[in-house]
């Protein structure tokens, strides 16, 4: 339908949970697929688990693009706010990231709820 509409592929970031389907678009769908997006919904802390343990298969499979849920990305270190390992890793892999999650975050007022649990305490509004 894009290309139908004329959409150019720098304005697409098809995105989907399931490694088959990232997989697909990067083999078959030409500049399309490049910008595929792999969602993570494991939802760890960022220390480990996710798709941590796959970083080296997805970057052998050509996913460029990793899309965890933002409390996977940072974590409060020396009183600051810190990339977590999650991020670390995939950024010296040379993956890109992008996150999301904030429109479903709960109020910061009462602690912003899972997406905000590796800054509880520290997120402020």
Known sequence: EYRMHGVPASQVWPQSFNRPDVEYWINNEGPFGAQSVMLDGDYTNGVSGGLMDQFDSLKAAGVKILA???????????????????????????????????????LLATGG?????????????
């Not at 892999?93 to 996150?99: C, E, Q, W």
């Open 68 to 106: 965890p849920p933002m409390n996977m990305l940072v974590k409060v270190e020396g009183g600051t706010y810190a990339p977590s390992n999650y991020a670390v890793l995939a950024k010296s892999m040379g993956f890109h990231l992008i996150t999301w999650t904030l429109e479903r975050s709960g």
């Open 113 to 125: 709820g899972f997406y905000y649990d590796t800054s509880a305490g520290f997120t402020q509004y």
